[in-house]
């Protein structure tokens, strides 16, 4: 291909690798399929993509923990009561990812529905009927509980560009979630 060639839309989904969005690639398989052909099957793809998100957090996890070890903390919050205060966001952070993994699976976390794949039903049980989107917001609260826990002002920072990103990504997803269950619900009252 030559310099400066476009590739063919079939193939550029994110405006290519260093521009990689998620929502942006399930969306493109939602419409395509090509993921789903090229490994056998829609629950193959959805775990092949489901690894490389969770390997991609894994690295942003540990860039993150790197710049609150690295930068300078706010020694006069540096004890033991904002500690514990962090650990407890830690925590409600973590029950609200793990929790939300136990009710949607590993397809349902994954974007299995813009694989084709549908639950049922919308999952209304905890922590769904608690808030929505509870594993962004979880994701959210562990980021910020790290950044107490380590009296970080550059993690508060990053917490927020974490959080909006999710805000982002919410505005995006919700929608068209929406959309792919009430094509499930018109095609079942089709039948």
Aim: glycine share 8%; net charge neutral; proline share 4%.
């Amino acid at each position: 291909m030559l310099a400066g060639a476009a590739l063919p839309s079939h193939l550029d989904c994110c405006g290519g690798l260093s521009n990689l969005d998620y929502s942006k690639v399930a969306r493109w398989e939602h419409k395509t399929r090509v993921l789903s052909r090229a490994c056998g099957s829609p629950s193959t793809a959805c775990y092949c993509l489901g690894a490389v998100i969770l390997l991609l957090n894994f690295i942003r996890s540990h860039c993150f923990m790197e710049a609150l070890r690295s930068q300078p903390k706010l020694e006069g919050l540096d004890c033991l009561s904002v500690y514990y205060a962090g650990l407890a966001v830690l925590g409600i952070g973590f029950l609200f990812v793990i929790s939300s993994f136990l009710a949607l699976g590993f397809i349902g976390t994954f974007l299995g529905d813009y694989f084709g794949i549908l639950k049922e039903e919308k999952v209304t049980s905890f922590p769904f009927n608690v808030m929505d989107n509870p594993m962004y917001w979880g994701s959210t609260a562990c980021y910020l509980g790290w950044s107490i826990m380590h009296v970080s002002p550059a993690g508060i920072l990053l917490t927020a560009v974490v959080a909006v990103s999710y805000m982002i990504a919410i505005l995006y997803e919700g929608p068209f979630t929406e959309e792919i269950y009430q094509q499930k619900q018109k095609a079942t009252k089709n039948k």
